[in-house]
């Protein structure tokens, strides 16, 4: 299977996020396009979509699993940001390297088991590692097994594990990935990218 991608540029791929995440019942707090926009402004990113035909109408085709990833500095000034450089000092070496932060990401239920989440991984682990990016880090919870599935699959490290104080499956779990030549050369899937413009 060939996968067709789009990327976005900012404000443009800001909106196109904020409507696909309607699509998600069980993200609790969804983002919109002005959060988008001010965590993004000032450093490299990548917005990522996969488009796919409907089941019952092979014409006519829709995004259906999306990535957002970005640069963090070990100097951040965004609160979000700064905290996590934080919680992970110690386990993740920020000074001097080039990190990649894979901020959301979620593929559409009807569409799930198809590696329209793998096809948008190794576009942009292609991307950073060509933007010279170290390595890319990725937060989720015990509770979001899927997730924790296809980081597994994908082959990301668990580098911290913080536990919730009362629940357990609310604990978060912290991975990274080293963005090596020998990581982009194991890439298995076939991609077309297309550019979008505002
Ligand atoms: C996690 C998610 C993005 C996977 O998307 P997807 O498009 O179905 O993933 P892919 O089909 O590209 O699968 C990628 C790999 O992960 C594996 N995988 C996918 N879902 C899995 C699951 N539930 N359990 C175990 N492995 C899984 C696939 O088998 C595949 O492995 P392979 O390529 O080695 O065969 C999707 O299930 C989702 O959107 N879940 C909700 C998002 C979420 O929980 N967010 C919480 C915030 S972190």
Redesign the pocket.
């Known amino acids: 299977m060939e996968y067709l991608i789009k990327q976005y540029p900012l404000d443009r791929g800001a909106l196109e996020i904020q409507y696909i995440e309607e699509f998600?019942g069980?993200?609790p707090r969804k983002k919109t396009a002005q959060e988008i926009i001010q965590r993004l402004r000032d450093r490299e990113f990548l917005i990522l979509m996969a488009e796919a035909p409907l089941p019952d109408d092979a014409g006519t085709v829709v995004p259906v699993?999306y990535k957002v990833v970005h640069e963090v500095r070990a100097g951040e000034a965004e609160p979000k940001l700064r905290d996590l450089v934080e919680r992970l000092r110690g386990c993740v070496q920020f000074d001097g390297r080039k990190i990649l932060y894979s901020w959301i990401?979620?593929?559409r239920r009807d569409?799930?088991?198809?590696?329209?989440?793998?096809?948008l991984?190794e576009e942009s682990e292609a991307w950073a590692h060509a933007a010279g990016f170290h390595e890319v880090l990725v937060?989720?919870?015990n509770r979001?097994?899927?997730?924790r599935?296809?980081l597994?699959?994908?082959e990301f490290d668990v580098v911290k594990y913080e536990p919730h104080p009362v629940d357990n499956r609310e604990s978060k779990v912290y991975l990274s990935k080293r963005l090596t030549s020998d990581v982009v050369r194991a890439h298995r899937s076939l991609r077309t990218v297309i550019y979008a413009y505002d």
């Open positions: 998600f069980e993200f699993s990401g979620a593929t569409w799930r088991g198809q590696g329209h989440f793998r096809a991984t937060k989720t919870k979001f097994y899927d997730m599935g296809t597994d699959q994908l």
